[in-house]
């Protein structure tokens, strides 16, 4: 199983909403990561987690709060967004978190904020 | 910066024809390089991946070919089908680190 599943596929939230992004891998692997994806962009990198402990913040806004309860979850709480936050939010997961491992991307879900 | 870039931003190739996408890296202290195709609606899927004690690597109908003299990166795919239109997105890892430095992506048109 090579899978990384995403829910929701799609959300539209309102500025002053409160609502959270989930990802599940079931591959084994201990890091987990959240890429933010603008149209015709290449991810970018927002988060990372190895080990279940936060490795990396690339200086995201407060409003994005990540949150690893387990080694198969990973969670994006969102509070207070603004419409430019609006995205394509991948997950991905990889074996370790020291690189030259392949990193696989979740569908992502499709962020949209009014 | 930006320290991976693509040449072309577009490519149009006929179905049956070879594609060639290319990469330009600038830090040569990157040791992996990886190579993702993002269809339309979903996320990144791997393609091929190759470290820098190789020069080349292949795959099923892929080839990803690496020149550290010029920091070049390719990915060849051979006999292009339909099902292969979709983004390509060369990335490298520096120093064996946590995050992939993604390029910006190479949109591949396959026409019949």
């Known amino acids: 199983d090579t899978e990384v599943t995403q829910t929701p596929k799609h959300l539209v939230m309102g500025m002053t909403n409160k609502k959270s992004l989930k990802c599940e891998q079931h591959m084994g692997h201990r890091a987990m990561y959240w890429y933010k994806q603008k149209a015709k962009k290449p991810p970018e990198l927002m988060f990372v987690y190895s080990y279940e402990k936060l490795s990396i913040n690339e200086s995201v806004p407060s409003r994005f709060s990540p949150e690893c309860p387990n080694s198969s979850l990973l969670n994006l709480h969102l509070h207070a967004l603004q419409p430019e936050d609006s995205a394509l939010y991948l997950c991905a997961s990889s074996r370790t978190g020291q690189g030259s491992y392949e990193q696989y991307f979740g569908p992502g879900t499709r962020l949209t904020v009014t | ?112």
């Open chain 2, 1 to 112: 910066g930006e320290s991976v870039g693509l040449h072309l931003p577009t490519l149009s190739v006929q179905e049956g024809d070879n594609s060639i996408i290319n990469c330009a890296y600038s830090n040569s202290a990157s040791d992996y390089f990886i190579w993702y195709k993002q269809e339309s609606g979903k996320g990144p899927q791997f393609i091929i991946d190759i470290r820098s004690n190789m020069d080349k690597r292949q795959g099923q109908r892929v080839t990803v070919l690496l020149n550290k003299t010029v920091k070049h990166l390719s990915l060849q795919i051979a006999a292009t089908q339909p099902g292969d239109s979709a983004v390509y997105f060369c990335a490298e890892n520096m120093n064996s680190g946590y995050a992939l430095n993604f390029g910006k992506g190479t949109s591949l048109l396959v026409t019949p």
